[in-house]
């Protein structure tokens, strides 16, 4: 039988410190090292003062639920086994916001929320859990 | 010294191909023969083209006219890579380009082939797309791999927020069939009701299939020129009134937009107005791009027909079916009639503003409002008048 792996991202400069950290199942974020902004997904510039010295921080993984979605149709075969899957967006206690994949439970705006990386997929994949 | 758009510019052509699925023709032979048609509903030839904008980069570039068309003297062509934004924002390029002279009849051209020559849905199209760059970064290895997946939790938090209803959604899709069902050219042919939509398969909740636009393979083009030029042309002059862009803060991402319910054409929305000098009760009919039936209502939002949050309820009592105050897709859509990024919006709006547009006719029809939206929430608005 072929099997049909997932989607693996691109290796980007700009991003790497963020996998090889998601590697190791830590959260990190992209820091500007000038203004201190934090800024996500990864950008060459800061956008509050256009530097483009950055460094990644450790994030706390507390987030809040923003909103989400619960995917029925298989778009990718390599995830037809997963479906019903939910898919949540997060505001970070860091002030960034994430999507991530939903342990389970009753989704609310507010909810409070702990991110986790699963390492056991191709690609480290987010995942929030109830806090 | 500036100078304003208003009225400078005319629709002066439109032609689509016969839309389907499964066609054999390769999205440039869709392109050129919708090319051709616009241009003869113009009462011109090719060789009077001197100004180009291809839709998106899926079909025919600028060179592929100048070759095929023995074009001779191109003055004019630009790319505006913002998927069903760009026939809209196109129009404000269009205007511009013509209004000073810099030529004098633009071809706006879009083909498309994704079901039939090559068999590329939109789950696996757009991650080759550069200004998806984000969300194939982050978000596809997750399992977020279509745009209604990346729709969804925008349509979630408006419902949770302001208690729009899957039943509001539905009164889109209906209206949007009815209206398909006077158009010869559009896809689906059968009625639906509420309880169609009801019981319709959930694809990326709270989206159901009957909320997701259609994917399908055809051409559609227009033909800008110069208002003066149009007094020439054959067909009864529809003016480009009011055209403006906008674009969403963070617009690679839905998940990174500051507030993931507020589109780019709200920007847009007010410079259209004031450029058309026109209110919203001076509108006869809309044309609002519908990929997925809930921006339709947030669009309405946006475009201050309502106010934020309000969209559910404005649009109950069939306020968007032929007959109610504000109809809304007299083609059927693009959840209906078929999905060419939206020049099919455009095309159908001259029709209404000409008289041409048959069983779906607005009567007396003056002012018209077309949106493009795309790549997640870049957004145009256009106002034409007749």
């Given at each position: 039988m072929e099997v049909i792996s997932k989607p693996v991202p691109q290796d980007v400069e700009l991003s790497r410190p963020y996998w090889q950290a998601a590697a190791r199942g830590e959260l990190v974020l992209q820091r500007c090292s000038d203004c201190g902004k934090i800024r996500h997904y990864p950008r060459l510039l800061c956008d509050a003062c256009h530097s483009r010295r950055s460094d990644f921080v450790p994030a706390s993984g507390q987030g809040k639920v923003h909103s989400w979605t619960i995917t029925h149709h298989v778009f990718h075969k390599a995830f037809a086994a997963e479906v019903p899957y939910a898919l949540v967006t997060v505001d970070l206690a860091e002030g960034v916001r994430v999507l991530g994949r939903w342990d389970g439970g009753e989704l609310s705006i507010g909810v409070p929320v702990q991110a986790y990386f699963n390492l056991t997929q191709s690609t480290p994949e987010l995942r929030f859990r109830l806090a | 010294m500036s100078i304003s758009l208003r009225d400078q510019a005319c629709v002066s052509g439109i032609g689509e191909t016969i839309y389907m699925r499964g066609s054999s023709s390769s999205a440039f032979e869709l392109q050129i023969e919708s090319s051709l048609s616009a241009i003869a509903d113009a009462g011109l030839s090719p060789k009077d083209i001197d100004g180009i904008i291809p839709i998106g980069i899926v079909s025919g570039t600028a060179d592929d006219f100048i070759e095929n068309f023995g074009m001779p003297d191109l003055r004019f062509s630009a790319l505006i890579p913002?998927?069903?934004?760009?026939p809209v924002m196109a129009l404000q390029c269009a205007a511009a380009a013509v209004a000073t002279g810099a030529c004098n009849h633009v071809l706006i051209t879009f083909g498309r082939n994704v079901t039939g020559v090559s068999n590329n849905r939109a789950g696996a199209r757009i991650h080759g797309m550069p200004q998806f760059h984000y969300v194939t970064e982050f978000e596809y290895p997750i399992g977020a791999a279509a745009p209604a997946q990346l729709y969804a939790p925008m349509a979630r938090r408006h419902m949770e927020l302001y208690g729009t209803t899957s039943d509001h959604f539905a009164e889109v899709a209906i209206a949007c069939r009815e209206h398909a069902l006077l158009n010869d050219n559009a896809i689906m042919k059968k009625p639906i009701t509420l309880e169609d939509h009801r019981n319709s398969r959930m694809i990326s909740d709270p989206f159901r299939l009957l909320d997701c636009s259609l994917e399908s393979d055809g051409g559609a083009a227009i033909v800008v020129s110069s208002a003066e030029r149009a007094a020439d042309l054959r067909q009864k002059k529809v003016y480009i009134s009011g055209v403006a862009e906008g674009h969403p803060d963070m617009p690679g991402s839905i998940t990174q937009r500051p507030d993931m319910t507020s589109l780019g054409i709200a920007k847009a929305a007010r410079r259209a107005f004031e450029m058309a000098q026109v209110s919203h009760a001076d509108v006869d009919l809309v044309e609002l791009y519908d990929c997925f039936t809930y921006v339709v209502i947030r669009q309405l939002e946006d475009l201050g027909f309502c106010k934020k949050g309000e969209g559910g309820p404005f649009i109950e009592g069939g306020r968007l079916r032929l007959g109610g105050e504000l109809p809304c897709n007299t083609h059927g859509g693009l959840l209906s009639q078929a999905h060419v990024w939206g020049l099919n919006h455009v095309v159908e709006l001259v029709r209404q503003l000409r008289g041409?547009?048959?069983?779906a006719q607005v009567r007396d029809a003056r002012v018209g409002l077309v949106t493009g939206y795309g790549d997640m929430g870049d957004g145009a608005v256009a106002i034409l008048r007749n």
């Open positions: - | 913002h998927g069903g934004a760009s041409q547009a048959g069983r």
